[in-house]
């Protein structure tokens, strides 16, 4: 019987068409492809008799992407040019025409750019309508042979993620059966163990590989079963279904990243599809959906927690029924049109813990379901709220914040409200007093001692302002007015919690002068009771560190061995650490006549 050797070049492994649906019987993907009779000339070169290995996709007779990453074209485009996503020296485009610009002979793609500064028209020639750009400077005419169509998913996963053989050992021979004669190989191994590289991926990144597409039916599926996260954000993926495609061949995925793909979407409920049926994290940043795609979208997303819609000018136009139930986080960032209105549309997700809406202008809000001092029935279950970089400038947002029944974390950074104030700790200090239940804010933890520091220090700012407004320390004679309350929602709770500030607390603030600054204070010592009870004035603005280092040269004891705190006659049996070295008096909301006690 006649053998056949073949000696497995890694080229062919490298196929661009990514035929990987041809693998059976043990035979490596490529091989079973490529293997038809063909004539020698076919080749450009010397071959077996019988044998062709001719990539497919020279064979096709379609455009193919060469090493320079650049479409070399035949004498036919693609016959779905319109609409399809390409790459030109690293800018991408959707091409809006295909044909002939006269005066010039020769075949032009009409293209509009996602950078509009890339252009030069907005598709008219010489008085000539051609296509239409959302941009008056998005579109530009390009020669073909200039533009990258891009790869199929698999193409770009081989040529990110497999790597080089090792130097192959001579003899090292296998023998498969092609049809019913007996093939010899070379290099078989290698092959084999290239495939088994892609069989364990498990976590993908492919940004800004030019990705078009799935590629061979069932190729994803066979190459690369494992996969449960992909980054395809920023390649030339041109519609939803081409997503679909893809997703449908990975039974196990949970994340996938699509920011940057100008994608279009269906305008009515897709087809029943199971493509999505393990999703739990979708990024959709930058891809141009509207909210009605979303809603239209969501019902293939059975289990998602996570979903990133930032930049794309949405305006949320409908309550959600039915889909986004299971949504966690929702990021809904630099979408400017966003006002509050709208936001009462997303507000009965019944799952929603963490909602991300930076710089989307918004300046106030207001739930109109809950009074001063009660609990709005929106967002029942939001946890986390980031509002950077707004417009927020009135107290009376952060008021309304305590309203949302289950809010523990807030991060808002860069609004005039928290800008505008030349003392951030003061700014942090009345947002803690205002908003309850806040244990984190801008990502620093609040402390029970800080808390307690900053409801102290916002009952007192505001104590006067609360007695010209009918407020008393009896409470048979406590009635603030309606505007005070509005206001000051949370005062009148503070009062019951630390009592009513009295008069003392009260005085008009005397010009900043050291005297005026100086705390009267007892100083014990609890453990060492031959230590006489002494009186030290010391200013409010001075840190605990300072403190343990004038008490330190005192007692003649190490600063490192000083532990302090102190108790105040308005708490009685009552007694507060000093923790932190690094903050001052005034911040623990040390007071005139308190009593430092100091531990060795």
């Known amino acids: 019987m006649k053998k056949l050797i073949v000696k497995c070049f890694k080229y062919d492994f490298y196929s661009k068409g990514g035929d990987t649906a041809a693998a059976g019987a043990g035979l490596p993907v490529f091989l079973k492809e490529h293997f038809r009779p063909e004539p020698e000339a076919a080749l450009g070169r010397s071959a077996c008799p019988g044998l062709s290995l001719r990539p497919p996709w020279l064979a096709a007779g379609r455009s193919h ?3 320079s990453g650049y479409v070399t074209m035949n004498s036919t485009l693609p016959s779905d040019v319109i609409g399809r996503r390409v790459e030109v020296n690293g800018e991408h485009a959707t091409v809006r025409f295909s044909g002939i610009v006269p005066p010039v002979a020769g075949l032009w793609l009409g293209v509009e750019w996602d950078n509009p500064e890339r252009g030069k028209h907005d598709g008219s020639h010489e008085g000539t309508v051609y296509f239409k750009c959302r941009h008056p400077t998005a579109g530009s005419f390009i020669r073909p042979n200039k533009v990258n169509f891009g790869v199929d998913f698999l193409t770009a996963i081989k040529n990110r993620y497999v790597l080089e053989d090792e130097p192959e050992e001579e003899g090292t021979e296998q023998i498969v059966i092609i049809g019913n004669k007996p093939v010899e190989t070379i290099g078989f191994d290698s092959v084999i163990k290239q495939q088994s590289q892609l069989s364990k991926l498990q976590d993908v990144s492919l940004r800004n590989c030019a990705v078009n597409g799935a590629g061979d039916q069932g190729g994803i599926a066979k190459a690369c079963p494992n996969i449960r996260s992909i980054d395809l954000s920023k390649n030339l993926l041109s519609s939803w279904e081409e997503v679909i495609d893809i997703a449908s061949q990975l039974k196990h995925l949970e994340v996938l990243n699509l920011s940057e793909n100008r994608l279009t979407f269906p305008s009515s409920s897709p087809s029943p ?45 409908e309550r959600p029924t039915d889909v986004l139930q299971t949504v966690k986080l929702l990021d809904l960032s630099s979408n400017q049109s966003i006002d509050e209105n709208q936001l009462f549309l997303i507000a009965y997700l019944p799952r929603l813990e963490q909602l991300i809406l930076s710089d989307i202008g918004i300046s106030s809000i207001h739930f109109p379901d809950a009074g001063i001092g009660c609990k709005t029935s929106m967002f029942p279950s939001l946890q986390y709220l980031v509002l950077n970089d707004n417009q927020i400038a009135q107290w009376s947002f952060m008021n309304e914040l305590d309203k949302l029944q289950s809010l523990q974390a807030l991060s808002c950074t860069r609004n005039p409200l928290t800008e505008g104030s030349k003392d951030a700790q003061t700014t942090r200090q009345f947002i803690i007093a205002r908003i309850g239940q806040l244990r984190t804010l801008n990502k620093c933890a ?47 709770a503070l009062c019951l919690k630390y009592g009513a500030p009295e008069d003392g607390e009260l005085k008009t603030q005397q010009p900043f002068l050291l005297k005026n600054q100086l705390l009267t204070l007892k100083i014990k010592y609890p453990n060492q009771l031959d230590q006489k009870v002494i009186e030290k004035q010391l200013p409010e603005s001075m840190t605990v560190q300072k403190v343990k280092g004038l008490l330190s040269r005192l007692l003649k004891v190490p600063v490192s061995e000083l532990l302090l705190s102190y108790e105040s006659p308005k708490m009685p049996g009552k007694e507060i650490e000093l923790e932190n070295d690094l903050q001052s008096l005034q911040f ?4 005139d006549g308190d009593c430092l006690l100091v531990r060795w």
Do not use: M
């Not at 393990?278 to 979903?307: F, H, Q, Y």
């Not at 009896?474 to 005070?484: G, Q």
């Not at 623990?588 to 007071?591: D, P």
């Open 588 to 591: 623990y909301s040390v007071e």
């Open 65 to 67: 992407i060469l090493d």
């Open 446 to 492: 609040i402390e029970p001692e800080e808390r307690r520091g900053a409801e102290l220090d916002y009952r007192k700012a505001f104590g006067n302002e609360w007695k010209k407004a009918g407020g008393h320390q009896d409470p048979e004679k406590n009635r603030p007015n309606e505007e005070f309350l509005a206001a000051h929602p949370r005062y009148q």
């Open 273 to 317: 599809t199971r493509a999505f049926s393990t999703l739990k994290v979708l990024v959709l940043n930058r891809t141009g959906i509207t909210w009605a795609e979303v809603l239209c979208c969501a019902s293939g997303w059975p289990v998602l927690e996570k979903l990133y819609l930032e930049s794309n000018n949405i305006v949320i136009s």
